[in-house]
């Protein structure tokens, strides 16, 4: 599956974004997609998943209440909502798909990634 991010931009604290990722090729439906970001000089880290039928979300501890993740299987799409952003979120976000039958967390169990986009919040 390929996989495309787009959304990023230059917000203040506070202030909300959308992220949106398109799949084709195989169907993103059969599989678990998440979110992940890397900061300048820090690992990638996850942030958010979503199971294949959607029902199912999971977010670390330092988004949680504050970024919301969707699908939308008959557009292909996953979107990330984050809302009372803060500095600290600064990072290029990546969608990715996993093809596991349990939702993971860890940014080695998804095989298929985007290009990333940029956020940056300003303080």
């Known amino acids: 599956v390929q996989l495309q991010a787009s959304g990023g931009g230059l917000v203040q604290a506070g202030d909300s974004l959308t992220l949106s990722c398109a799949a084709s090729?195989?169907?993103?439906?059969?599989?678990?997609m998440g979110w992940f970001r890397q900061a300048p000089g820090k690992e990638r880290e996850f942030v958010a998943a979503?199971?294949?039928?959607?029902?199912?979300?999971y977010y670390a501890d330092s988004v949680k209440d504050r970024f919301t993740i969707s699908r939308d299987n008959g557009r292909n799409t996953v979107s990330l909502q984050m809302s009372s952003l803060k500095p600290e979120d600064t990072a290029v976000y990546y969608c990715?798909?996993?093809?596991?039958?349990?939702?993971?967390?860890?940014?080695?169990?998804?095989?298929?990634w985007g290009q990333g986009t940029l956020v940056t919040v300003s303080s």
């Open positions: 990715a798909a996993s093809t596991r039958f349990a939702i993971s967390r860890a940014t080695k169990d998804f095989g298929s």
């Open positions: 979503i199971s294949r039928s959607g029902d199912y979300t």
């Open positions: 090729g195989r169907t993103s439906r059969r599989d678990n």
